[in-house]
């Protein structure tokens, strides 16, 4: 049964913005904390922003102030906008959410549920 299932990825080049979202079904829509990964080739997964059901959020070093996260409960989905966006952002974009409070902190093992990942590229 499929749990997240994001959206919106695609190529842009730099400086331009994009718009990713993830729809949570069944159990996942229940998470108290959702986040956004991202892995690029020959690099680990890393956390980008995160979330949890008060609206705190956390973001990557290297995406502040770029990037916003947001959560709309009574539709289930999680968006992250992303703006100036730049080359070294290209990677797969996760989705993810769990019951854990460290997954407000990035941490990997702490999120129950995957989306499968949408592409985000962009071009010098």
């Known amino acids: 049964q499929v749990q997240l299932v994001e959206s919106g990825g695609g190529s842009v080049q730099a400086g331009g913005s994009l718009s990713l979202s993830c729809a949570a079904s069944?159990?996942?829509?229940?998470?108290?904390?959702m986040a956004w990964f991202r892995q690029a080739p020959g690099k680990e997964r890393e956390g980008v922003a995160a979330?949890?059901?008060?609206?705190?959020?956390n973001y990557a070093d290297s995406v502040k102030g770029r990037f916003t996260i947001s959560k709309d409960n009574a539709k289930n989905t999680l968006a992250l906008q992303m703006n100036s966006l730049k080359p070294e952002d290209t990677a797969m974009y996760y989705c993810?959410?769990?019951?854990?409070?460290?997954?407000?902190?990035?941490?990997?093992?702490?999120?129950?549920?995957w989306g499968q990942g949408t592409q985000v590229t962009v071009s010098s």
């Open positions: 069944g159990s996942a829509r229940s998470s108290n904390y």
């Open positions: 993810a959410a769990g019951s854990s409070p460290l997954l407000l902190r990035f941490w990997v093992l702490a999120a129950n549920y």
């Open positions: 979330i949890d059901s008060d609206g705190r959020t």
